[in-house]
Antibody
């Protein structure tokens, strides 16, 4: 059974870079059928898609975050990663990684990791 | 402000039926598949409906989805207290090439 697990610092200082990794187990990140993505949810608010990546490295980003976001993939480790630069308190959220059937749905989600931006 | 519009809340009694609407435009719902997600309190979202009206394995047939034009609807019959959750619709927006979600609907089973 495919499982996704987010990992990374739970506290990041303002103006610094948030870095998270999603480890995929029970399946290959190199599957041609899927994209892999990041979604976040600020406290008490709704879901916001951050971006997605294919195993080849092809990416799509939310236009509102594009200037600060980098998503990368490491097929040798079956992982993909998120970097969000110049963070502010508005970036405080639960960050989820997910598997995407491109243009269809996000069918497997990680449990989420809470990231707080504070000095 | 979400690209897709959902009612903030809906409620109904146990055993009853409820529908949740999701309104968009031709660049998103009108030309792409809609999916629905259930988020129980304190947990990650879970796929409920994909490709407008298909249910993943393990999702009971009390949950249904439909789409017409630039709107989609999630239906839940035989409501149970365990269905109390936030529900989100989602789809791809072709104009800017990004995934969009509705603002979410909180379901209360009275």
């Amino acid at each position: 059974q495919l499982q996704l697990q987010e990992s990374g610092p739970g506290l990041v200082k303002p103006s610094e870079t948030l870095s998270l990794t999603c480890t995929v187990s029970g399946g290959s990140i190199s599957s041609s059928s899927y994209y892999w993505g990041w979604i976040r949810q600020p406290p008490g608010k709704g879901l916001e898609w951050i971006g997605s990546i294919y195993y080849s490295g092809s990416t799509y980003y939310n236009p509102s975050l594009k200037s600060r976001v980098t998503i990368s993939v490491d097929t040798s480790k079956n992982q993909f990663s998120l970097k969000l630069s110049s963070v502010t308190a508005a970036d405080t959220a639960v960050y989820y990684c997910a598997r995407l059937r491109f243009l269809e749905c996000m069918d497997v989600w990680g449990q989420g990791t809470t990231v707080t931006v504070s000095s | 402000q979400s690209v897709l519009t959902q009612p903030p809340s809906v409620s109904a009694a146990p055993g009853q039926k409820v529908t949740i609407s999701c309104s968009g435009s031709s660049s998103n719902i009108g030309n792409n598949y809609v999916s629905w997600y259930q988020q129980l309190p304190g947990t990650a979202p879970k796929l409920l409906i994909y490709d407008n009206n298909k249910r993943p394995s393990g999702i009971p047939d009390r949950f249904s989805g439909s789409k017409s034009g630039t709107s989609a609807t999630l239906g839940i019959t035989g409501l149970q207290t365990g269905d109390e959750a936030d529900y989100y619709c989602g789809t791809w927006d072709s104009s800017l090439s990004f995934w969009v979600f509705g603002g979410g609907t909180k379901l209360t089973v009275l």
